[in-house]
């Protein structure tokens, strides 16, 4: 191992300083050795025989290299000499070309439902406490929510959203958005300001928040008689008198 070592020395000292000695080293690896370079990965007798072989003149700048005796020793007995480390580097792998090249196939995109629960779980703590009760109670407690079908996601959202809305109705801030063309005979949204009004406004929306019988009812007579507008900001006095007579309230 050390004359190895004193042999790949020499060479790599070569290279360095001669510049003929290293196209010789060149020439000779690509011609004998599959042009592996590296000093360190071939035997000694492969240095050293090239080492032979420049110092007496038998390889030189450009030219190719005409190596004193084979490569292949004779094994002198009826074992094979062991195999050497250069004996087990195979051939250059060709380079592909583009159109050779493997194509990676495009990632599989997120769907869009699981990406609203995702954001909502990253900017709303309410909103992720809320996510993994859903999921604790009918998800099986998984809560990635790539891992549920796009049903259960939808289910999740639309339960959030009736949450949210009917407790904007119970304060009284949701508004209906106002169709694009009334009709003429339509009733007309009832006046504001009437203290009469306010206070039965102001009773119902005490009602809704105390009792959930009361709500239910309020919300029923709404969809019966107006259209399913809650805001009872939005009923004539008269609508919001009938209600509370029919509830023994007035």
Same mark, same amino acid.
């Given at each position: 191992?050390?004359?190895?070592?004193?042999?790949?020395?020499?060479?790599?000292?070569? @290279? /360095? !300083?001669?510049? +003929?000695?290293?196209? $010789? =080293?060149?020439?000779? *690896?690509?011609?004998?050795? &599959?042009? %592996?370079? #590296?000093?360190?990965?071939?035997?000694?007798?492969?240095?050293?025989?090239?080492?032979?072989?420049?110092?007496?003149?038998?390889?030189?700048?450009?030219?190719?290299?005409?190596?004193?005796?084979?490569?292949?020793?004779?094994?002198?007995?009826?074992?094979?000499?062991?195999?050497?480390?250069?004996?087990?580097?195979?051939?250059?792998?060709?380079?592909?070309?583009?159109?050779?090249?493997?194509?990676?196939?495009?990632?599989?995109?997120?769907?869009?439902?699981?990406?609203?629960?995702?954001?909502? @779980? /990253? !900017?709303?703590? +309410?909103?992720?406490? $809320? =996510?993994?009760?859903? *999921?604790?109670?009918?998800? &099986?407690? %998984?809560? #990635?929510?790539?891992?549920?079908?796009?049903?259960?996601?939808?289910?999740?959202?639309?339960?959030?959203?009736?949450?949210?809305?009917?407790?904007?109705?119970?304060?009284?801030?949701?508004?209906?958005?106002?169709?694009?063309?009334?009709?003429?005979?339509?009733?007309?949204?009832?006046?504001?300001?009437?203290?009469?009004?306010?206070?039965?406004?102001?009773?119902?929306?005490?009602?809704?928040?105390?009792?959930?019988?009361?709500?239910?009812?309020?919300?029923?007579?709404?969809?019966?008689?107006?259209?399913?507008?809650?805001?009872?900001?939005?009923?004539?006095?008269?609508?919001?008198?009938?209600?509370?007579?029919?509830?023994?309230?007035?």
């Amino acid at each position: 191992m050390a004359q190895k070592a004193e042999l790949v020395d020499r060479i790599k000292s070569l @290279q /360095r !300083t001669d510049e +003929n000695a290293k196209q $010789a =080293w060149w020439s000779y *690896c690509e011609e004998q050795h &599959n042009g %592996v370079k #590296d000093p360190n990965r071939h035997d000694e007798y492969t240095l050293s025989n090239f080492l032979s072989s420049y110092e007496s003149g038998g390889c030189g700048k450009g030219g190719g290299y005409t190596p004193s005796r084979p490569q292949q020793r004779t094994p002198t007995s009826r074992f094979a000499p062991a195999p050497t480390y250069q004996s087990r580097i195979p051939a250059a792998v060709p380079r592909l070309t583009p159109s050779a090249r493997p194509v990676m196939a495009a990632p599989t995109p997120l769907n869009p439902m699981a990406e609203v629960v995702k954001v909502g @779980q /990253r !900017t709303s703590p +309410n909103w992720r406490a $809320a =996510w993994q009760t859903f *999921c604790a109670a009918y998800g &099986n407690a %998984v809560n #990635d929510p790539t891992k549920h079908p796009e049903n259960f996601l939808r289910q999740f959202i639309d339960f959030v959203g009736e949450t949210a809305l009917r407790e904007l109705e119970l304060s009284g801030a949701a508004v209906e958005a106002p169709p694009t063309k009334r009709p003429r005979f339509e009733t007309p949204v009832a006046e504001y300001g009437d203290e009469q009004k306010a206070a039965l406004v102001e009773k119902i929306k005490v009602m809704q928040r105390s009792d959930p019988t009361a709500r239910e009812s309020w919300w029923s007579y709404c969809d019966l008689t107006n259209k399913g507008i809650r805001d009872p900001n939005r009923h004539q006095t008269s609508s919001l008198e009938q209600f509370l007579s029919e509830q023994g309230q007035l």
